[in-house]
């Protein structure tokens, strides 16, 4: 009987059990809510024995193929008591009496349900399920049918994330999930700059196991069973913050068999895709700068140009890239899980560790985390059930103190190469040349010292569920989750000289840099916590004809941070501990931040008839602490309705190819409290107060009263708003899932809308100055987003082939229904600065047509600049009249394209398998965008210095420094000096190029060893695999650089973003 | 469930850790002065912290990355700020009567005396820039823009309240010398200057706009005779002399800046700076260029020829610069600091030039090479004409501190700026006393400053001229200049396509001499006018749109 011990309780035993129940919930509630939960002893009964065991064996297998389906869960109904198929399709398990039913399930073949019915011996033959109709996925606080969904919701499995092999997760989910936009703006290690959102809509609600949380990017992809994203009013369940919808992300549970080891390690490398170089040697550079001053009519200033081979020490010729970049970059990663467990209690385990490296060829960029995640679920009594999931990553980024990457980007694409590497051509002495610091220094941080980043963090979540005895189907789960994180930054400054030669003198004449040396430490914390208690309930009737489904659910997050800064300087650059450092002129800082805190009901009722008929009604009662108690709650409704035509008699009987077709409707409003921070409601002094604006420089808003002590400002806030409360976002979504031919072809189409309305900003009307403050924030601004969504896939399968392709395209647009601005003027102001009703993503410039080709065409076009037509020669660039008043001006500009925010996005994910070879391959690409260039992009020789290589296919003459000989045309503007030329860089269509690409994103071919070999080893399984990331890119002409790059994209950053990276990796995946 | 719900709403009740309230700040001494700390950040002097570069819109210097316009509509955004700050300070003087953060009485006195000739002080620098402004003077609370239109107030009407407020102010406020607040003294100080630059107006300037700028010149009378009483005052029972504690006078108005101790008496008004937690850029902005720091920078204060021509010899009025023979060729010199043997010592206390030892090594300037015979191009280490060096071949060197942490960087420098100082108030006496025809009075003064200075005195009569340009040279480029040239209404004349010229100085690399030529620095860029429109700056940005009732200055 030693193996039924958990199910037979003596009296005390039971006592102990209830006992512990009752603290356990007890404790649960005082800790998460304010009271204790008195209603909950009614837990006590329920604790059936049953002494009655009978031993149940049998096999499972494939209906169609008649093998052995091993993996099968073998549940009895109602009950955790089950078993898994082993490889032999066989399974054992008691059954505590004989009119128990049997559940047998398995991912892709549908669900049976078995009376064992005195019987001991049970074979089963289950259907696959190529329409995946009972494939669960997991929604707001649940999981529900595929096939009942009301929603628009997409999901997908962990098989699909570790197709990647990438230090992003989020680069594991570009192109597969409809709606789901990845856009790699950079890949520097460690910084995850990916931009994501869902239908275009800006940062997303990200839920990890229940609960809302930072840093999904750095999850281990082998840790992850399932994501699923909230597109509609489905996300509404979780209102504050969930208008731009909500990625939920499940991880990896244990299973009830054998225990499993699983180790996964691969190696590769990265390599940047198409990115800017500057010219590498000096004569190029030397035509360049001598062509520029004979266009300005100055004499050239390297009449000797030639000379600048590299060979004479005093002719310099530096390629200061191939000095600084490498090429390849390596990383690998590896992680090992332990899973499996008992019917009672399951286990998954795992810790993975990445590393690395970045472009520089010192290594001094790079990029180390450790991940791990326990999951542990336990069966305490009959009907109880904890969970406990603790996860959390360990990460270091070192970059040199030098320069950021931005800062060496700006800086070795302009570093001129004839400039030498060392003063007098002797090492160690670093050249102190024009730029801020030799591009040799500023990435090595032996010599200049480093920023350390490292972030430790740890989400832990508990969770008790108990079935409520004598109420079929109602169960009590309380959860409590605590995420700690801190931030600890190392900013070491170390002193260190550049030089210049002193010819006269034989002297090296230092310029020192980084001086003093410094080192700062930055420490910071914060704490997240979540609690839940909720009621579920889940029942059919008559059989199944009516299917109800409701949750009651109170939830309560806050967040806390706090924080410090210690520096001090150093005479000693070689120890970079605080303790070490001179205590003159130390300092510190500290800064609390209260974080939000927020409080909700959450109610949700679905209502299934013949699952035919579907409806689902929620609410969610928020409460926000970024609000004043007048202001705070608002009640936020959402329904949908779905409609299974598949599933009446006129399509079932008559048209037998649609396996099943649903019509679903949603419409929801949700609160959102985003960008409401700062405690606008409250008047009062802000202390210590920041810095105060005149003439565009920051000025301190302190006081020294005594000539020795700093007195922090105390500054009014300025006018509160009392009435501050949530923007309302209100979602509607009409979709159809369709399957045909049992799966042969299956569709999804999504139409929706989300209107936003009381968007925070600033009341237009202006004050008098004289008044002295201005208005507060208020509830002022709204808009719309519209879009559709459209996927199609088709999938077979064969005996030892399968394939699948799966595409979707999606397409957003949003457009201001209400922009406060001051009223324009006159009517031309009107059109041109009021954007009301108008697409967000609009960009005004002039129309470009075309580069002037001879003298005579400049001579007789429209005015083209101020200076008339005085300074252009032929390539210029030819500017469209557009109001053809002769001249160009502001008064032609007119909207000539969109931003560089994609409006349409789409993926391609194609799978196949032939026996052990299985292919993944992913397309994605996005349009409906623009590539900006500017500052070094839009113009040679920036600062008098280098140029980038692309301006050397330029307008010029047959022998550049002849102006007599004729010119040949190039696809830039002939060289000028600085930068370039005003008039050629104008916004146009010009340096403003549409976007479209395709791009193979990703690429996985592996191989699963045969049973046999691997048996020989002793494993379970062998797989090997090779895959690649951003391996081929197709893109519409004219698009100068990578286009998911965003460093080109905006002015901000002028293309010094970090390039995007594409990767090559190895690896194997070994299972005992 | 429910039943835990309205017990949970409470903890929605967050509360910020960085706000103090009203009633702390009026109850609580810390937070008062916490409070009074913001109001002093925001008083805006030209110093370090705001405006220090007021004078290179002047004939005095300029900057090397000059650009000819910028001394267009100067105002320098203040209007904004101002009334930002003015609303504080209504609202501090309303409410002082309910506060309680005092140990005393007396403080409590001294304290609203402060707010109130803050509040008179932000009106002045308002009057001076734009004319008369409205004078606010009460917290209005929020209403429909319309109702809380106010029209501009006669500038006359705006000098009165500033000096009845000052007045009432330095009544009220302590005759401790604290240098770094307002008191009684340092309250006459700084009524002397409004009071002058008032008085100025009333003579020089033409009223317009029925009133709104100008003061009718039957007030000129009143308000000269008022700057001479607050600043005789001060003369007489006040704590201050000027700064004579170094025989040798270049090192004495050197130090004069750096002095930080109460044995500098000439201090009246200081604003103060800690390095390194509250810091400047003077230094890095002045470096010259073989001196910067990584952070680059430098050459942003450059003295022009002209300017350095205005020293005077010890024994020469005339301070021309000694680069020619009588036969126009040009004198060279072995050591380039050779040409400026015996110039007024506040000359080698204020500007760095060629040959000057600097941070112990001698500055190397020229603009051209003689080598075989052959004039080419050439540079020195520390310039000219290469970004970020001197443009005129002269650094500033008045603040710029001998002993930096080196290498300077932005926010490294913490030499304190005497915002007012004795010598000033002594100049403003002696203008006063001279306007008001008492020529042996001013002159008294006058020869005070040239003594210490280390110049022989003047014989009488002092003229108007004589008086103007030892304030040129005792004030240089410390933002007074800009501002006497606005009252005086002679910045037009100065200023009206108005070449700016450098010395350049060329290396005979041969014969390993120097000669020096004046050269005018290019036109585009260092040929300057002032047009009588600016005068009066031209309204902030946006403040008309928003008050309709407001009238532009004349010429915008």
């Known amino acids: 009987m030693k193996k039924n011990c958990f199910s037979i309780f003596s009296p005390w035993r039971k006592y102990k059990i209830l006992l512990y129940l009752n603290l356990t919930v007890i404790l649960l509630l005082s800790q998460t809510f304010c009271l204790s939960a008195a209603g909950l002893a009614e837990g006590k009964s329920g604790l059936i024995d049953n002494p009655q065991q009978i031993t149940v064996r049998g096999t499972v297998t494939d209906a169609s193929t008649k093998e052995a389906l091993p993996g099968v869960n073998v549940i009895i109904s109602g009950t955790t008591i089950g078993a898994i198929t082993d490889a032999s399709g066989n399974f054992t398990l008691e059954a505590p009496n004989a009119s128990v039913k049997i559940q047998f ?336 220094t500023s990435i090595n941080s032996d010599l200049t010292g480093y920023r350390r980043y490292r972030t430790k963090s740890l989400q832990t979540t508990m969770s008790m569920t108990y079935d409520i005895p004598f109420v079929k189907g109602l169960q009590v789960k309380g959860l409590f989750a605590y995420d700690l994180k801190y931030g600890i930054q190392s900013l070491f400054r170390k002193a260190y000289n550049e030089y210049k030669y002193n010819t006269t003198s034989g002297l090296y004449i230092p310029t020192g840099l980084n001086s003093p040396t410094r080192l700062q430490k930055y420490f910071d914390e914060w704490i997240y916590t979540q609690s839940q208690l909720s009621l579920n309930y889940k029942n059919t009737f008559s059989e199944g004809t009516h299917s109800v489904e409701g949750l009651l659910l109170l939830d309560r997050r806050d967040g806390n941070g706090d924080g410090f800064m210690a520096q001090r300087y150093y005479s000693i650059a070689t120890i970079e501990q605080l303790n070490a450092g001179l205590t003159d002129n130390q300092a510190t800082s500290g800064v609390m931040k209260v974080l939000d805190a927020n409080l909700a009901l959450v109610g949700r009722l679905n209502y299934g008839f013949k699952s035919k008929y579907l409806a689902e009604f929620s609410f969610r009662y928020d409460g926000s602490s970024l609000f004043p108690a007048d202001s705070r709650w608002g009640f936020f409704p959402a329904v949908s309705l779905g409609w299974r035509i598949s599933e009446e008699s006129f399509i079932k009987d008559n048209l037998s190819f649609i396996s099943n077709l649903k019509l679903r409707v949603s419409h929801g409003v949700m609160g959102d409290d985003s960008g409401a921070g700062g405690f606008q409601f409250i008047p009062g002094y802000t202390y210590p107060a920041g810095t105060f604006k005149a003439n565009g420089s920051n000025f301190p808003s302190n006081y020294v009263f005594d000539g020795k002590t700093l007195t922090s400002g105390a500054v009014s806030k300025g006018l509160a708003n009392p009435n501050i409360t949530w923007y309302t976002a209100t979602t509607s979504n009409v979709g159809i899932d369709a399957t045909l031919w049992k799966g042969l072809l299956d569709l999804t189409f999504d139409v929706f809308q989300r209107k936003r309305e009381g968007l925070l900003t600033t009341r237009a009307e202006t004050l008098p100055s004289e008044f002295g403050a201005s208005f507060p924030k208020e509830n002022l601004n709204s808009d719309l987003s519209r879009g559709f969504e459209l996927s199609v896939g088709h999938s077979k399968m064969f005996s030892d082939f399968s394939y699948s392709v799966r595409t979707n395209i999606s397409y957003a647009q949003t457009r201001w229904i209400h922009n406060e601005q001051a009223p324009a003027t006159n009517t031309y102001l009107n059109w041109r600065t009021i ?28 005015v083209q600049n101020a200076n008339g037509h005085a300074a252009l020669f032929p390539g210029d660039i030819k500017y469209q009249d557009w109001n053809e008043d002769g001249m160009i001006n502001e008064l032609d500009m007119y909207p000539i394209t969109r931003n560089e925010d994609p409006e349409i996005y789409y993926g391609l994910d194609m799978t196949g398998g032939w026996k052990g070879l299985s292919l993944n391959m992913v397309l994605q690409g996005a349009t409906n965008y623009s590539q900006t260039a500017t500052e070094q992009l839009q113009g040679p020789l920036p600062w008098g210095r280098n140029s980038l290589t692309i301006f050397l296919d330029r307008w010029h003459h047959q022998d550049p420094l002849d102006f007599s000989t004729p010119w040949i045309p190039g696809k830039y503007p002939i060289t000028r000096d600085g930068f370039g030329f005003g008039p050629n860089k104008l916004t146009s269509p010009f340096w403003s190029v549409d976007v479209a690409y395709l791009r193979l994103k990703s690429i996985e071919l592996s191989y699963t060893l045969p049973q046999s070999l691997v048996k020989m080893i002793k494993a379970k399984q062998l797989r090997i695999y090779t895959n690649a990331y951003n391996v081929v890119t197709w893109k519409k002409k004219g698009v100068m650089f990578d286009p998911e790059h965003r460093g080109s994209g905006t002015s901000a950053e002028n293309g010094y973003k970090y390039p995007v990276m594409a990767s090559y990796n190895f690896g194997l995946n070994l299972t005992f | 469930m429910l039943l835990v719900w309205p017990g949970c709403t409470k903890f929605l009740d967050k509360t910020p850790v960085d706000v103090i309230t009203e009633t702390a700040i009026l109850s609580d001494q810390a937070a008062f002065t916490a409070h009074m700390a913001y109001l002093y950040s925001q008083i805006p002097f030209e110093n370090f912290s705001r405006w220090i570069w007021l004078d290179y819109y002047t004939d005095q210097m300029v900057n090397c990355t000059q650009d000819a316009n910028t001394s267009e509509e100067y105002s320098f955004d203040s209007w904004k700020l101002s009334y930002t700050f003015i609303r504080a300070l209504n609202n501090m003087i309303e409410k002082m009567p309910t506060a309680t953060a005092f140990t005393t009485e007396a403080a409590k006195t001294q304290a609203l005396g402060e707010l109130k000739f803050m509040r008179a002080y932000v009106y002045f620098t308002l009057a001076q ?31 009165k309240f500033i000096e009845t407020e000052m007045d009432e102010a330095i009544n009220t406020m302590s005759t401790d010398n604290n240098v770094y607040r307002f008191n009684k003294w340092s309250g006459l100080a700084f009524k002397s200057r409004a009071m002058l630059h008032a008085a100025a107006i009333a003579t020089y300037d033409q009223v317009q706009l029925d009133g709104i700028i100008g003061i009718p010149q039957t007030e000129a009378k009143h308000y000269w005779e008022s700057a001479r009483d607050a600043a005789e005052t001060l003369i007489q029972s006040g704590p201050y002399e000027l700064y004579d504690l170094n025989t040798d006078k270049v090192k004495n108005y050197h130090s004069l800046f750096f002095d930080e101790t109460s044995a500098n008496k000439e201090r009246i008004f200081v604003d103060a700076f800690l390095y390194p937690i509250k810091g400047h850029a003077f230094d890095q902005r002045t470096e010259p260029f073989s001196k910067r720091s990584g952070e680059g920078y430098g050459g942003r204060f450059d003295p022009t020829f002209d300017m350095v021509e205005q020293y005077e010899y010890v024994d020469n009025r005339n301070g021309a610069l000694k680069i020619q023979n009588p036969d126009n060729t040009y004198i060279q010199y072995a050591n380039p600091a050779d040409l400026f043997t015996g110039k007024d010592p506040r000359f080698f206390a204020s500007v760095i030039f060629p040959g000057a030892v600097w941070l112990g090594s001698p500055l190397v300037i020229y603009g ?65 006393q001279l306007e008001l025809l008492n020529e042996p009075e001013a002159r008294i003064y006058i020869n005070m400053i040239r003594v210490r200075a280390g110049l022989p005195e003047l014989a009488g009569p002092v003229t108007m001229d004589d008086y103007r340009k030892e304030r040129n040279i005792e004030l240089a480029y410390e933002g007074r200049h800009y501002w006497d040239l606005k009252r005086w209404r002679t910045f037009d004349a100065v200023i009206y396509n108005t070449d700016t010229y450098a010395l350049w100085p060329v290396w005979n690399k041969d014969l390993n001499v120097y000669i020096f030529r004046k050269q005018k620095l290019p036109s585009d860029k260092y040929t300057r006018t002032f047009t009588s429109k600016l005068y009066y700056g031209k309204l902030e940005g946006g403040v008309i749109a928003a008050n309709p009732l407001l009238i532009e200055n004349p010429g915008y």
Do not use: C
Not at chain 1, 293 to 311: E, W
Not at chain 1, 409 to 432: G, S
Not at chain 1, 840 to 856: A, C, R, S
């Open chain 1, 105 to 440: 399930s398995f991912i892709g073949y549908i669900m049976q349900e078995v009376a064992l019915a005195g019987k001991t011996t049970l074979n089963v033959a289950l259907e696959s399920d190529v329409a995946q109709l009972s494939e669960v996925v997991v929604v707001g606080y649940g999981v529900q049918k595929k096939v009942n969904l009301t929603g628009a919701v997409s999901s997908m499995g962990s098989a699909k994330l570790t197709a990647v092999t990438s230090p992003d997760l989020s680069n594991s989910m570009v192109g597969k999930l409809p709606g789901l936009r990845v856009i790699t703006a950079g890949s520097e290690p460690g910084l995850y700059d990916n931009r994501i959102d869902i239908r275009g809509w800006g940062t997303m609600l990200v839920v990890i196991d229940g609960v809302p949380r930072d840093d999904f990017q750095r999850i281990d992809p082998s840790q992850i069973e399932s994501v699923s994203i909230l597109k509609d009013a489905s996300a509404s369940v979780y209102g504050v913050k969930a208008a731009n919808g909500v990625m939920l992300i499940t991880t990896k549970k244990g299973e009830a068999g054998k225990g499993e080891i699983t180790v996964n390690s691969s190696f590769g490398f990265q390599k940047m895709t198409d990115f800017p170089r500057a010219i590498t040697n000096s004569i190029d550079n030397l035509i360049l700068k001598n062509e520029a001053a004979l266009v300005a009519g100055n004499p050239m200033p390297f009449p000797d140009y030639k000379l600048y081979t590299g060979q004479d020490p005093n002719y310099p010729s530096v390629d200061w890239w191939g000095l600084t970049v490498q090429e390849t970059m390596p990383m690998n990663k590896s992680d090992i899980s332990f899973s499996g467990g008992t019917e009672r209690v399951t286990y998954f385990v795992s810790v993975g560790n990445l590393h690395e490296t970045g472009i520089y060829k010192t290594n001094s960029l790079n990029y180390d985390r450790y991940n791990f995640r326990s999951n542990v679920t336990a069966n305490i009594v009959k009907g109880l059930n904890a969970n406990v999931i603790i996860g959390g990553f360990l990460d270091t980024r070192n970059d040199p103190f030098g320069s950021s990457s931005f800062e060496f980007m700006k800086q070795v694409w302009m570093q001129p190469p004839y400039e030498p590497i060392y003063a007098n051509n002797t090492a160690p002495y670093y050249y102190d040349g024009q730029a801020d610091r030799n591009p040799l």
């Open chain 2, 368 to 432: 051209n090479v003689i080598q075989g015979g052959v004039e080419g191009g050439g540079t020195g280490a520390d310039g000219l004409a290469q970004p970020e060096s001197s443009a005129t071949g002269f650094y500033l060197t008045k603040w710029a501190d001998p002993a930096p942490p080196r290498p300077v960087m932005g926010g490294s420098s913490d030499v304190d700026f005497m915002t007012i100082r004795y010598s000033e108030v002594l100049l403003n006496y002696a203008e006063a």
């Open chain 1, 835 to 862: 954007n009301e009703d108008r697409n967000v993503n609009i960009l005004w410039g002039y129309g470009y047509v075309g580069q002037f080709q001879t003298q005579e065409e400049i001579n007789t076009a429209p």
């Open chain 2, 129 to 159: 820039r734009y004319g008369g402004v409205p004078l606010v003077t009460e917290v209005s609370p929020i209403a429909k823009p319309a109702e809380l239109y106010q029209a501009r107030d006669k500038a006359s009407d705006v000098y």
